[in-house]
């Protein structure tokens, strides 16, 4: 399993995202904000410069490694620290970045070079590192709002870069609001084979250049003064290579044959260059009292590979003192497998030497399967800061350490693959 789902499975865990860190953090709790505004006695307190310092460990295990044809091990091992800064510029717009870097250590695509003799692949340790950067502004005489962004990152087999931007139409009350968004991506990849198939015709992947472009459209209102509710439509388009080529497949012959015989039985994945993804969501948040909340989603999935999937979850934030929120969460997960998929030794090489099959891939993230997710997120956040400290950029200026977040989750899913998580959140203003 390549970096990229890695690291975008461990970010869906985790529970946020990191562009989103700011909003996450400050929707937690909105009267706790409230009572920190009435203790700020200066404008310019709006304009403070906020910083997050992300922190996330994510480890993983599981037998059924794409890398060896669905079977072998998954174990693998990330840490991410990342910087989240929004930055006001003026009364009306801003500037968000986002940076950090990934460092992991993977079993699994180690085993790219399974069959040298020494098992020693070139991704058995790597280091990805990502930037990504957006432009805010308010409309004053319509109330609307827009949003300009870009980013790029790299690891050892992709370079990736995204710009897209949002528009939102807000109500002159503020409690509907209509947003439409789009982000285009470009990834150019290293057609890095497994060891034994480089050089050879089975190398024949024919692209390395895979785009995405998605369009979104959202629509959020305040019911009431407890009820809250947002709607959301995405289509998602790619195309290019959506294999990737150090999987490895093996036909029905590889049934029962030893690692000798399999070197020259193995295949690299093939799936179409083309793929639809359709994701339709809602959550629902609704204020019980002063003591707790509950926060729900549901989304549901279909794509042109023949996945469809339903995804439901449940948070309930809890006002355990002025200071601290507590906030369990549990996630259900289930999908039907693509129509290409096929388990170690499942596909039969007669269809494919008859060519009555074009696409197979043995990797698991692609199968039947069920997954949960439970967890909690802790966040200490006292009214007056957890510290100040004399600022390094503006000078006669107090700075503060704002909040400490902790979100802490353990993954399970029905193939064998088990996952947990640790993400640790520093909120600065400076």
Known sequence: MQLRKIILLATILAGSYTLMAQTDKNSIDDKQNEKRKKVTKSETDFKDTEVNFLFNYYEQDGDHSPVTG??????????????????????????????????YTSASTDNIDYFDGNKSGASGKDIRSHINAAYNRNLLKSG?????????????????????????????????????????????????????????????????????????????????????????????????LLSTPFHRVFFDDAIGQSDDILRSLSFVEKLEDNRLKIPISMRWNYYFNDFMRVRTFYRYYTDSWGITAHTASIELPMQV???????????????????????????????????????????YDLSDLSSTKIGLGLQYSPIMGVGNFKSPFRKNKQAQLKSIGLRTAYYDRS???NAWLLSLDFAFTF
């Not at 929004?86 to 870097?101: A, E, K, Q, T, W």
């Not at 809250?228 to 998602?236: C, D, N, R, Y």
């Open 70 to 103: 669905g079977r072998g091990t998954e174990k693998l091992e990330n840490i991410a620290p990342t910087f989240v800064v929004h930055v006001p510029m003026d009364s009306v717009s801003s500037l968000d970045l986002n940076f950090g870097i990934d460092i």
């Open 144 to 240: 609307d709002t827009y949003s300009i962004m870009a980013g790029f990152s790299k690891e050892f087999d992709v370079t990736s870069f995204n710009f897209g931007g949002s528009y939102t139409l807000n109500s002159t009350d503020k409690n509907r609001s209509l947003s439409l968004d789009a982000l285009y991506m470009s990834d150019t990849w290293k057609l890095l084979y497994p060891y034994e198939i480089r050089g050879t015709s089975k190398a024949n992947l024919k692209d390395d250049k895979r785009s995405t472009m998605k369009l979104g459209l959202s629509y959020s209102q305040v019911i009431n003064k407890r009820l809250q509710a947002l709607f959301s439509l995405e289509v998602v388009s790619q195309s290019g």
């Open 321 to 363: 003192s002025p200071s601290l929120i507590a906030s369990p969460f549990f996630r259900y997960h289930t999908q039907t497998a693509a129509d290409n998929f096929y388990e170690f030794g499942q596909v039969s090489k007669a269809m494919v030497d008859a060519k009555e099959t074009q696409f197979y891939t043995s990797d």
């Open 415 to 417: 193939d064998g693959l």
